[in-house]
């Protein structure tokens, strides 16, 4: 609320920064690793291996016509959809309202569309599982290789749109890299970086192809989310037409994307030591859009319960207990709390939006409500035994994890970090070429008595 | 929204005749709570309009006349729906009539924004004309469609003048109406039955102008929360018995028995 | 900005207080013909007081007609003034300063207009008014909070309160202006209103917090109001109103066709009054690059419904959509929907060449408000006409001649409060562009001096 | 000691920011004059002040209000008619949510305009000291001096650039209440 705060504040010391220095730091991860990074791709490495046994063991083992062994299988992609798949929309939504806080920002929450193999994989896997639309409800209505062809059609496209985004915006610092790096590691990035010479055409091909691909990421994103809630969730729900839905886990997603961006830059300021690259002007901003979506998190819900609590003919009242109140109620309780009353109550008062730890925190808690979020939709609608019916005339019991799902889960979310944090030995972070430039765009004048910052906005 | 508890030209009220039969009259309320229900046997019903006629005379509903109908604005508590099934030549008229459901969690009266449409403690769902702003929502809300807006102000014949039943409110422009099972004549029935020592209603005491005027007696009126009443018995004799739009979930009072039809048996189904 | 024209502060107070200054022949000619539609449209209602609710087209299946469809278009538009000032405020956006008084403006006029359809909608309005307002605390009974005719009014009253609490507050240096410029009843009025304005420091910070709170707050009831509009509808058991994404996808219709609203007000603003260097192409460049991410949200939702419309293929369900789909006028509003709504502006606001255009920006405003107009007629009427399967109550609706002079009437009188308004207060906050002037700066980096702004922080 | 208020008149920045330093050598600190503009500066651009304000404070307490005023509405209104409507809870309380939180946010609002107009000070028709050139984008420094100095700080002012520096009319008691012609009608 106290706006003048943000007034009185020291000036943040990222832009006094000389531009040798913001080169240093940006290759100083692909020169060489530290050790904390070292042991983080260890840990990942053994959860992948982990993993990827206990997904033979589990799921594989148990064949396509079980769909409850798979329950873990989906949450997991659930999950990586909604952080590392979301991300990237962050960041498009950054540059698109052209914040100038954003600059060390982007590349943190592009990087993580390396991982998007990940889910990809596991996407492929799941379809074995999900009934053709014949004779369910579904918005394919009997479409020709419906849902099969379509959804992997989206994701892929996802996927390359995702690295595309990241390849295209990395581009001039490979080339920075290109030339500082001496040796084998400076190979890769003459392939990588194509020539790029930095000619007012090269500037102009990259502005372009980062709007359109950001663009078409997003869109992408929307859509593929889409057909997921309605394909793997609700249309396995019998009676569930919950228009809000997709828009629902969406928007879920998206809170998640901004939260697992900001617990990135919390470890990136704490253990990378990027402290001056990532301040308070950062987290301030981002924090912001936080609570925006925590809002919008407990909008989207509150219009979905409404509406069955009025109407309460037996199907909405099925729908209701099934997904909020019977089985999963205390799944939901959790991640009611994290992913709304978390950030409400947190990040609500502007003096702990300015400091560093309450957003880290609280991006913190909703990365654990979106886990819990996604083991409730998923464990809901792999339980129930019949999707024929016009509506769900007993309420499955409550799906309980075995060990193999546990180790499952951890296993590829580890995984999938780890091929995140293998990223940073291929795409320079800060991204040298964004930082740089709003250091141009940024002077100190002083004006009268006092000291302002003029940010210069060309066109 | 019934006449004052003893009004003239009431038939089966016997007037308080001393100070004690007053006392009697305005003892509260039995132990014992009705739940009045109706069943409609479509399998009697002939579609004659005898209730339709009858539900115009008893309460008070204005005339509907033609330019009513062309403007799509008949009010008829109880209306008898007419389907043609099939094609010429084997054509056949199937008809239902429909009085209000009475729902036990009526659609129709949480969306109002004055407690004009309530459900009484006997389990009729009821409209209160002068709190009724009419917003018609309720309408709007209904399913069956038994709720009557009047977008005029009702005129009666001269002729007409000395029919009006005393004991029934005549309803303003700008008001919403609708079935009441005959709410007065059960007014009537519970006072008579509190006056002769404070006793339940007996069974089939209470009839409402349709049931009463119905010749082939398909439609049959009583208390469901009375396990030996008519209604009860009748429910239970038969498998025919079924609720329109039961998948609301709204569980209506008025219950209808299916027609036995050999050569359509899902005819009922309107 | 690029074009920002760098005037004398003299200059820009004369340019921006002329619509209050002078008044010009096409103004009177704006007041004598809206000033008709408006004597019909009072006359219209009075009518319909007198003889009853039977003047509307409504019969006994469509008892809610085009008035409450007309309501709905409104509460939509309304939503354009805080979309534009709360947003652009808390994003500090530059080029909102000349948008944010018109959009707020016709927030509070159009949310007028709106609360008189559903108000002179019901049987007994003199009921109405003597059960809701005010709050009856001795007269028999209180509303029922559970029924969402008691949520709308209460939402809408908040929302208007609001909305106007947050202008007078933005106005008040205007005010001061004004005072210190004119005479005779103008200049009490001004004094009165301005509460003695100095523009101390202390009064222009207390000035620029105001607008980031009240910006929040008025953000949060925007949300809720049309949410709630919708719920009108939503809360019942229709078959195809009763749907859960009808909240958001109304609030975002109405952002749609609102912020649409507010571009067609500037562009008549910088025709009628001359502010071409004040509404300048580039607020219409940045305001279409918002319309699009708008424009296609709100397609995607509706998608989103019409597809879980069609989701259960249920009979009732399948009913209503094949009227809206296939059956006259529904078939045709569709097109409309689609056509007017989407798929010929936001295509075109992707060109910065189009965007910069203010005729093209104009015209394709006024197709997205008749698209979103035909969007509201489509989402409600049907829903009443199909009901349930009780295909003996399927009865088709005709508005009649009193409803459509009604209808127009609400145009007319936004219309006329907007331009009454124009003519006591300035359309454009004066000490807004003044202080976007002060805090306009320059950088040089090379041989090229960027355009800047001065930020605190 | 009596208080007269003194009003520079400086025609653009620079010349006020002079008047401001002339001021300063006088003796007299920040919180002791104030600067009338026809826009906002940037924070302190003619030297930081110290005043402090609650604004943030009355939203929430407003916020607060109002929450208990819907709840009072919504609740007491179920309680005094338990009538039946839809089978509906007697007491239900997601439509109570709804309204309290319209109420809340309503309160909120009113609680912040209030809060405006006490924060900067609202209203005070009988006009001190002003001139309407201020709002004409003259930049005025409105000081309080004590009375045997004000002429000299008129002065100074003048020294430093001001193109006028009008003094408040001397009167002997109860200072500040006293009103002053409207100076009207710059041009209309």
Known sequence: ?459 | MAGPPNSPGAQQTQQPQSTQELEKMQQPNPPWLPRWGMVIDLDRCTGCQACVVACQAENNIPINTEEMYIQRRPIEWIRLERYWDGAYPDIKARFIPVPCMQCSEAPCEPVCPVYASVHTTEGINMQVYNRCIGTRYCSVNCHWHVRFFNFWQPKWPDSLDQQLNPDVTVRSRGVMEKCTYCVQRINHAEQNARIDGNRAVKDGEVIPACAQACPSRAITFGDTADPNSRINKLIASTDRAYQILAELGTNPQTLYLKKIDPYTPAAAEA | MLERHSHSTEQIIEDLLRPVTQTTTMNWVAFIVLGGVLSAWVFAIGWMFYWGTGVLGLNRQNIWGILIVNFVFWIGISHAGVMISAILRLSQAEWRRPVTRAAEVMTMFSLMTAMTLPFIHTGRPWRTAYWVFPYDFWRGIWPDVRSALVMDPSAVFTYLSGTIMFVYVTMIPDFALLRDRSIGWRHALYRVLALGFKGSERQWKIQTISGFILAAIMLSIFVSVHSIVSWDFAFSLDPVWHSTVWAPYFVIGAVHSGVSAVVTLMALMRWMFKFDDYIREEHFDAIGRLLVVVGSTWMWFFLLDVFFDLWRQDPTDDAIMRMRFFEWPYTLLLGFIFIFGYFIPVPIWLFRRFRRNIKVMFWTSILVNIGMWSERYWLVMPGLQRKFQWTFDWVPYRPGPVDITIVLGTFALVGFLLLVFAKLFPPVPVWDELEGQRFAGEIQVGKRSVPAIIREF | MAVRGVLGLFENVDTAVAGVDAVNEMGFGRSDFEVLSNCPFPEGAFGEEQEMHRLGLWPVVGAACGFATGLLITGATQMAYPLVTGGKPLFSIPPMIIIMYEGTLLAAVLFTVIGVLFESRLPRLGSSLYDTRITAGYIGILLHSPEEQAEAVAAAMRRAGAEDAILEPLRQTNPGRVRQQPQEGASA
């Open chain 1, 1 to 459: 609320m106290e706006v003048q705060e943000i007034e009185h504040r020291e000036l943040p010391r990222l832009w006094e920064l000389p531009p040798q220095r913001v080169i240093e730091d940006g290759l100083r991860r692909i020169r060489g690793s530290g050790t904390v990074y070292k042991v983080m791709l260890l840990i990942s490495a053994v959860c992948a291996i982990v993993g990827i046994i206990a997904f033979i063991v589990g799921p594989i083992s148990s064949g396509w016509n079980d769909r409850q062994a798979w329950t873990y299988v989906a949450i997991t992609f659930g999950i990586l959809m909604c952080t590392i798949g979301s991300a990237p929309c962050f960041s498009v939504c950054l540059r698109m309202v052209r914040g100038h806080w954003r600059r060390p920002v982007n590349r943190l929450a592009e990087i993580w569309a390396i991982g998007m193999i990940v889910p990809l994989i596991l996407f492929f896997f799941l379809l074995g599982i999900l009934p053709d639309t014949v004779g369910r409800s579904s918005f394919w209505f009997g479409w020709p290789v419906s849902p099969y062809l379509w959804d992997s059609v989206m994701m892929v496209a996802l996927v390359i749109c995702g690295y595309g985004f990241l390849y295209v915006g990395a581009l001039p610092d490979m080339a920075i890299a290109r030339d500082q790096i001496e040796g084998e590691g400076g190979g890769i990035f003459t392939r990588l970086s194509r020539g790029f010479r930095g000619t007012l055409y090269d500037w102009q091909i990259i502005d372009r192809a980062q709007g359109i691909l950001g663009a078409f990421y997003v869109l992408l994103y929307v859509g593929s989310m889409t057909v997921i809630a309605g394909d793997f969730i609700e249309a396995l729900v019998p009676g569930d037409n919950s228009a809000i839905f997709p828009a629902q886990y969406t928007i879920e997603g998206l809170e998640a994307g901004i939260a697992v961006t900001i617990f990135a830059m919390g470890i990136m300021r704490y253990l990378g030591g990027l402290d001056e690259y990532l301040e308070a002007e950062q987290f301030f901003a981002a924090a912001k859009l936080q609570l925006a979506l925590g809002l919008l998190y407990f909008y989207t819900h509150w219009t979905e319960f409404i509406i069955w609590w009025y109407g309460r003919t037996p199907r909405e009242v099925a729908l209701l207990k099934i997904f909020y109140f019977e089985p999963y109620f205390w799944l939901f309780c959790v991640a009611f709390a994290t992913m709304f009353l978390s950030p409400l109550f947190i990040l609500v008062w502007t003096r702990v939006r300015m400091g560093i730890v309450g957003p880290w925190v609280t991006s913190g808690l909703v990365l654990v409500g979106i886990i819990i979020d996604n083991i409730r939709l998923y464990s809901a609608s792999f339980s129930t035994p019949n999707i024929y019916l016009q509506e769900l005339s007993t309420i499955p019991k409550a799906y309980v994890p075995g060990v193999t799902d546990i180790l499952l889960a951890v296993g590829l979310l580890g995984g999938a970090v780890g091929v995140c944090l293998l990223g940073f030995k291929l795409v320079p972070y800060p991204s040298i070429w964004e930082v740089t430039a709003g250091i141009y765009l940024r002077v100190r004048r002083k004006y009268l008595k006092t000291e302002v910052v003029l940010i210069g906005k060309p066109n």
